[in-house]
T-cell receptor, first 114, second 116 residues
Framework: AQSVTQLDSQVPVFEEAPVELRCNYSSSVSVYLFWYVQYPNQGLQLLLKYLSGSTLVKGINGFEAEFNKSQTSFHLRKPSVHISDTAEYFCAVSSYTGGFKTIFGAGTRLFVKA | GAVVSQHPSWVICKSGTSVKIECRSLDFQATTMFWYRQFPKQSLMLMATSNEGSKATYEQGVEKDKFLINHASLTLSTLTVTSAHPEDSSFYIC????????????FGPGTRLTVL
């Protein structure tokens, strides 16, 4: 069975500090990996994705993530956060297991403090 | 490109009534669409997978007679919450898997359902 674990439910960080949001997954088949951001009362916005190729992927708003197959991880990083980055972040793993299916992590609340 | 819309964006209804939510892929065809539910401060949970022209596949624990899904065309899927109750109040999000893309789905903006 496929699963996604976001290791931190909340991450407080000061403005302009670096941040890493952790995501680990388990799957017996090849996966596609995504990070989404959700602001209050809004839908999902895609930050970045890994489908194939280079394991370091860059996304919008200065975010990047690295796919580590041996550690089954896809951690999200940003070198310097802004107040406006305060939001809920979801890691998602898609694969073909009897059809295309996506599992979401529980989410990490990033809270950027002034 | 790859835009998905949902209508309505929010709806309030009385307990016992039915509510229909539409999900449209605006600039691509989607053989497969998905419906998710998100309770406050929780993650998205897949409710069902909708395939054009066939019956939807529901996840374990989701009542198919309560959450009716119809995917009559390659650009439209509908979710009808029948005999809604306050515990059905949630944020419902659809997504669409383009027929020409096999590894990425595109999400709608969501529909906020409040049942009084």
């Amino acid at each position: 069975a496929q699963s996604v674990t976001q290791l931190d439910s909340q991450v407080p960080v000061f403005e302009e500090a670096p941040v890493e949001l952790r995501c680990n997954y388990s799957s017996s088949v090849s996966v596609y990996l995504f990070w989404y951001v959700q602001y209050p009362n809004q839908g999902l916005q895609l930050l970045l994705k890994y489908l194939s190729g280079s394991t370091l992927v860059k996304g919008i708003n200065g975010f990047e993530a690295e796919f580590n197959k041996s550690q089954t991880s896809f951690h999200l990083r940003k070198p310097s956060v802004h107040i406006s980055d305060t939001a809920e972040y979801f890691c998602a793993v898609s694969s073909y297991t009897g059809g295309f299916k996506t599992i979401f992590g529980a989410g990490t609340r990033l809270f950027v403090k002034a | 490109g790859a835009v998905v819309s949902q209508h309505p964006s929010w709806v309030i209804c009385k307990s016992g009534t039915s509510v229909k939510i539409e999900c449209r892929s605006l600039d691509f065809q989607a053989t497969t669409m998905f419906w998710y539910r998100q309770f406050p401060k929780q993650s998205l949970m897949l409710m069902a997978t909708s395939n054009e022209g066939s019956k939807a596949t529901y996840e374990q624990g989701v009542e198919k007679d309560k959450f009716l899904i119809n995917h009559a065309s390659l650009t439209l899927s509908t979710l009808t919450v029948t005999s809604a109750h306050p515990e059905d109040s949630s944020f419902y999000i659809c997504s669409a898997l383009p027929s020409t893309v096999y590894n990425e789905q595109f999400f709608g903006p969501g529909t906020r359902l409040t049942v009084l």
